[in-house]
Structures are given as C-alpha cells and as structure tokens.
C-alpha cells in the first residue's frame, strides 16, 4: 500500500515558468511533510518542509502548499530554472515516528 | 553543519558474495541514522534506522541487517547477496521532531 503517492512520473516545464509537482497522502496520522531534490548519482537534497499546522510554506523561489482535507500536498517553484532540473520526491511522516515514507519521485525537466 | 560520508560509491559484487557498506558522520553527536534502498524507477524504501549505539529496528524482512558500533557509524551488511539486492542505497542523519533528515551520496550496488 503505496501511503505517500506521486502521480506525475515527468514534468517539463519553460524556464521562467512555474513548476506545480504534486503529492498526495493516505494516511491521515502524517503530520510533517517535506519536498527533496535528487540528482542522478547523488543523495537526495532537503528542500522544503511543512508541518500540519501550516497551509503553506515558502523560502524563495519554493512554496509549498498543503491541504490537509485532500490530504494534498505541492510544490511550486517559481520561476524555474534549468538547474531545478532533477526528481523530486515528497515524504511525510506522523507524530513520534522518525520514519519518513516516500513517494515514488517526479522528474522535472526545465527547458532553456 | 553534519556530513555524511559514505563508501564505496559504486560496488559490482557477484550473486552470493558477502557485503559490507560503511557510513559515518560528522558534525553531530548521537544522531539517528537511517539506511534506505532506491530500487530502479522507485521511491526510497527505508530499510533500518537506529536511535543509539547497538538500537536497531528493522523496517523490512530480508537478506540484509545492520549494525551500529559506533555511535557515528553505520554498517549495512549481507552474508549472501542475492540479485534483487541491486539498488542504490542511502544513508542519512538527523530527522528529530520537525526536523529533516539529511543524506549521504550513496553507493550504487549492481549484482552480477
């Protein structure tokens, strides 16, 4: 059971576009949310994070938005850059746990 | 600020052999730390995290175990390697209440 789900394997985007990835989550106990950046060969990279008592988070050109009643989370990346372009995985955890569980990954392409 | 260090980076090892990969950290003391597998075109799986020197919880039944006995260090072994053991595997430092947890730049396994 897939707990933490990321539809979009790829997206493409325009540089100096804005960049929507999306999350979603089953297990209502997740309180703590987060966005990574992955480059091939390379360990993952913290982005952003959010927790439940937020609607939104920003720090830079990275906001993230969550709707807890979706259970929905995205990540909006504005404007894009040829360097954003990576995988992005989400991962949520509950309360008391260390565990973080992933999502599958999107790729984001930023086009020149 | 923690670095992790992890190695080998690549590893080419025949079905059957034994396996030993190392991770240690620096700039913190009595982290949590974590061992995660990305499978081809998948999410991270988190294998085994540990609180403290010899605490080891298992998140997955399989052909690997780990072991702690440093307070800053992190095994992943195997006695025999089996091909679905191929992955790139991540170790990674940190994720307190709230807090992210942060990676190491893998090592990739292929199984011949």
Same mark, same amino acid.
């Given at each position: 059971?897939?707990?933490? =789900? ?13 960049? #929507? ?10 309180d703590?949310?987060?966005?990574? =950046?992955?480059?091939? $060969? ?5 982005? #952003? ?16 938005f969550?709707? =807890? ?16 372009? $990576?995988v992005?995985?989400? $991962? ?16 984001? =392409?930023?086009?020149? | ?13 025949? *079905? ?8 240690? *950290?620096?700039?913190?003391? /009595?982290? /949590? ?26 998140? *997955?039944?399989? /052909? ?6 440093q ?7 195997? &006695? &025999? ?15 307190? *209440? /709230? ?9 990739r396994?292929?199984?011949?």
């Amino acid at each position: 059971d897939q707990q933490v =789900k990321q539809n979009s394997p790829s997206l493409s985007v325009q540089e100096g576009r804005i960049s #929507i990835l999306n999350c979603d989550y089953t297990n209502s106990m997740f309180d703590y949310f987060l966005w990574y =950046k992955k480059y091939p $060969a390379e360990g993952p990279t913290f982005l #952003i994070s959010i927790s439940s008592i937020k609607d939104k988070n920003e720090d830079g050109r990275f906001t993230v938005f969550l709707n =807890k009643s979706a259970k929905h989370l995205s990540l909006h990346i504005v404007p894009s850059q040829p360097g954003d372009s $990576a995988v992005y995985f989400c $991962a949520a955890s509950g309360s008391g746990t260390y565990k973080y569980i992933f999502g599958t990954g999107t790729r984001l =392409k930023v086009l020149a | 600020s923690q670095t992790i260090h992890q190695w080998p980076a690549t590893l080419v090892q025949p *079905v059957g052999s034994p396996l030993s990969l190392e991770c240690t *950290v620096e700039g913190t003391s /009595n982290p /949590n730390l974590y061992w995660y597998r990305q499978a081809a075109g998948r999410g991270l799986q988190l294998l085994f995290y540990s609180v403290g020197i010899g605490q080891i919880s298992s998140e *997955v039944p399989q /052909n690997l175990s780990a072991s702690r006995p440093q307070d800053r260090q992190f095994i992943l072994s195997s &006695k &025999k390697l089996l091909l679905s053991d191929s992955g790139f595997y991540l170790c990674a430092e940190g994720g307190t *209440v /709230n807090q992210p947890q942060h990676f190491g730049d893998g090592t990739r396994l292929s199984i011949l």
